[in-house]
């Protein structure tokens, strides 16, 4: 499995809509500025992702885009879904009549159970989980001095 852009950038901008979370509107440009993605390509992320009810929009000039539940409450493998669809590595795993040979193919099998291993990962991660992470991150990255 090989996540596209939209799956990485538009995680990346949940965990920063996250990472503000405190129930006002934050402006795309501001996301967009942080996490070096276009504005533009940006809406066609959160487009997705408001339909969903992951996110919500609010228009005007103190408008912007704001979580719609707590970040503990969004799972990752919620996020994926919407942004990227299935998670198989092989169309036969989700629809076993692409491919006539799927009743007997144990490579099939594997790809199943791939599909299985991140569908478990990504369903123990929240966005919560995420933010912790890069606190620690941010943490770690800054230089300790000492006199």
Known sequence: MRLSTRGRY???ALVDIALHYD?????????AARQEI???????LVSPLVKAGILNSVRGAAGGVRLARPPGEIKLSQVI???EG???PAKCVDDPKACSRSDFCVTRDVWAQMK?????????ITLQDLVERQKEKGKA???????
């Open 10 to 12: 538009g995680t990346r």
């Open 23 to 31: 129930g006002t509107p934050i402006p795309l440009r501001d996301v």
């Open 38 to 44: 276009s504005v533009q390509y940006l809406e066609q």
């Open 81 to 83: 879904g919407i942004l």
């Open 86 to 88: 299935s998670i198989a």
């Open 116 to 124: 299985e291993a991140a569908a478990k990962v990504l369903e123990s």
């Open 141 to 147: 990255s800054t230089p300790m001095y000492s006199i």
